[in-house]
């Protein structure tokens, strides 16, 4: 039997989950800065106290919505990675100075960014009533995310030790290619980079389909309704 959940907690997870998605965001702006100024390595910076403050926020939008949950422990149970996600973990490194490679800890800089990526899924899911409409925004921005952080980690760890990458734009020149698998002139040399680019190769492979199939889906649609319209 579905119980309809009051107005005021759907109004309170649609602005929580946006300004998860809000949050995230910043997290985004912010390790980007410190990737593309070459910041990434230099001790502490500013991304690690921007992320501690953002994943409060998330420790306490987790703590919201368990308390308004209308079953608490089947909400924890199926909720608990949103816990982990929320974790400061570069705050808590730099802390209790754990001894981390610097390569490391800076891919461990983007776990919290996926809780943003998941308060995105479920505000798609509230807003878009379509529900294919729903499933390739959620893709669409999936794809977008993975391509730039892939870009974002490549640049760190390529442009110090290969020469075929000297900016930024290299990185994208050398994502396009990969994402497309048409295969690009840039050729890895460290483990992370040959890690990056195999991990794009697949997210095309998988992703594109997915293009291609909701494009196919709208177009019948559409004939459909422009048969009905004509029929006499």
Same mark, same amino acid.
């Given at each position: 039997?579905?119980?309809?959940?009051?107005?005021?907690?759907?109004?309170?997870?649609?602005?929580?989950? !946006?300004?998860?998605?809000?949050?995230?965001?910043?997290?985004?702006?912010?390790?980007?800065?410190?990737?593309?100024?070459?910041?990434?390595?230099?001790?502490?910076?500013?991304?690690?106290?921007?992320? !501690?403050?953002?994943?409060?926020?998330?420790?306490?939008?987790? &703590?919201?919505?368990?308390?308004?949950?209308?079953?608490?422990? %089947?909400?924890?149970?199926?909720?608990?990675?949103?816990?982990? !996600?929320?974790?400061?973990?570069?705050?808590?490194?730099?802390?209790?100075?754990?001894?981390?490679?610097?390569?490391?800890?800076?891919?461990?800089?983007?776990?919290?960014?996926?809780?943003?990526?998941?308060?995105?899924?479920?505000?798609?899911?509230?807003? #878009?009533?379509? %529900?294919?409409?729903?499933?390739?925004?959620?893709?669409?921005? !999936?794809?977008?995310?993975?391509?730039?952080?892939?870009?974002?980690?490549?640049?760190?760890?390529?442009?110090? #030790?290969?020469?075929?990458?000297?900016?930024?734009?290299?990185? &994208?020149?050398?994502?396009?290619?990969?994402?497309?698998?048409?295969?690009?002139?840039?050729?890895?040399?460290?483990?992370?980079?040959?890690?990056?680019?195999? #991990?794009?190769?697949?997210?095309?492979?998988?992703?594109?389909?997915?293009?291609?199939?909701?494009?196919?889906?709208?177009?019948?649609?559409?004939?459909? %309704?422009?048969?009905?319209?004509? %029929?006499?």
């Amino acid at each position: 039997m579905n119980v309809t959940e009051p107005r005021w907690k759907t109004v309170m997870t649609k602005v929580l989950n !946006l300004l998860g998605v809000a949050a995230s965001l910043i997290l985004i702006t912010s390790i980007s800065f410190e990737a593309l100024t070459n910041a990434t390595f230099s001790g502490e910076t500013i991304y690690t106290r921007i992320q !501690l403050g953002v994943c409060l926020y998330f420790l306490l939008d987790f &703590l919201l919505l368990l308390v308004t949950a209308r079953d608490r422990w %089947r909400f924890f149970s199926r909720n608990f990675i949103l816990i982990l !996600l929320s974790v400061p973990y570069a705050w808590l490194v730099d802390y209790f100075a754990f001894d981390f490679s610097s390569e490391t800890l800076y891919v461990i800089h983007f776990l919290p960014i996926v809780r943003g990526g998941i308060a995105l899924a479920v505000l798609v899911k509230m807003v #878009v009533s379509n %529900r294919i409409s729903g499933l390739f925004i959620v893709y669409l921005a !999936l794809f977008f995310a993975i391509s730039y952080f892939q870009t974002l980690i490549f640049y760190v760890f390529e442009a110090r #030790v290969n020469p075929l990458v000297k900016s930024y734009p290299d990185a &994208l020149w050398w994502a396009s290619m990969t994402v497309t698998t048409v295969g690009s002139n840039i050729i890895p040399v460290t483990t992370i980079g040959k890690i990056c680019t195999a #991990v794009l190769a697949v997210v095309g492979m998988t992703t594109f389909p997915i293009f291609t199939a909701y494009i196919t889906a709208l177009v019948h649609n559409f004939n459909e %309704r422009e048969k009905k319209r004509v %029929r006499p």
